[in-house]
């Protein structure tokens, strides 16, 4: 089965400051990967989105970058991080060869930004 | 405009009880499919249940179900003999565009907040 893990789960940082979050996901080969950012009391906003090593779309023109390095690894960055980065952030996977499409969300990281 | 319109902030239901949470949609692809989520206290986002626009029958799975009202563009999430453990965010999302074409992206409601009442 398919599992997919965030770190960390709970971050404080000062404004000003770098940023790394890592996802990885096991038991599945080249899906489809996805940074979302939530607000406190709002809905999910997609930030990045990736088909395949390499290859990452940016929704939102922002301070935040995304990379992958490996199939199945997907890190969000920052070189210097805003107040409006704190937010709880979501990554999720997807397979267009599974009919839903459905995309499975990580347990989240919890960012404030001080 | 808003593709995805949860009209309820908040809603609250009576253990074992039916609650029905709405969703309206807005778009002008012929192919979309359309999702609801659950997020818990815990931050967790939970599948619960798909439709695809061509599916001729409403999606069931276990105690969920969709109403789907492809005329109106509605997709309301249907619990059945609600439980405490249903409380929560629920949202629901949309996919534009068929599997295997370019759009690969959800897009979400603001999400309506379950409370259940023992």
């Known amino acids: 089965s398919q599992t997919i893990h965030q770190w960390p789960a709970t971050l404080v940082q000062p404004v000003g400051s770098p940023l790394s979050l890592e996802c990885t996901v096991e038991g599945t080969s080249n899906p489809n990967l996805y940074w979302y950012r939530q607000a406190a009391g709002r809905g999910l906003q997609l930030l990045f989105y990736s088909v395949g090593i390499g290859q990452i779309s940016s929704e939102v023109p922002q301070n935040l970058s995304a990379s992958r390095p490996q199939d199945r690894q997907f890190i969000l960055s920052s070189k210097k991080l805003l107040l409006s980065d704190s937010g709880f952030y979501l990554c999720a996977w997807g397979r267009l060869a599974v009919s839903t499409d459905t995309q499975y969300f990580g347990p989240g990281t919890r960012l404030t930004v001080l | 405009a808003q593709k995805i319109t949860q009209t309820q902030p908040g809603m609250f239901v009576q253990e074992k009880e039916a609650v029905t949470l709405d969703c309206t949609y807005d778009t002008s692809d012929p192919s979309y499919g359309l999702f609801w989520y659950k997020q818990p206290s815990s931050g967790e986002m939970i599948f619960l249940i798909y439709q695809g626009s061509y599916d001729q029958q409403n999606a069931t799975e276990g105690r969920y179900s969709l109403n789907f009202q492809k005329a109106r563009k509605s997709a309301n999430l249907v619990i059945s003999a609600s439980q405490l453990g249903d409380s929560a965010m629920y949202f629901c999302?949309?996919?534009?565009?068929?599997?295997?074409?370019?759009?690969?992206?959800?897009?979400f409601g603001k999400g309506t907040l379950l409370t259940v009442n023992p």
């Open positions: 999302a949309m996919r534009e565009g068929s599997s295997g074409g370019s759009n690969y992206k959800l897009t």
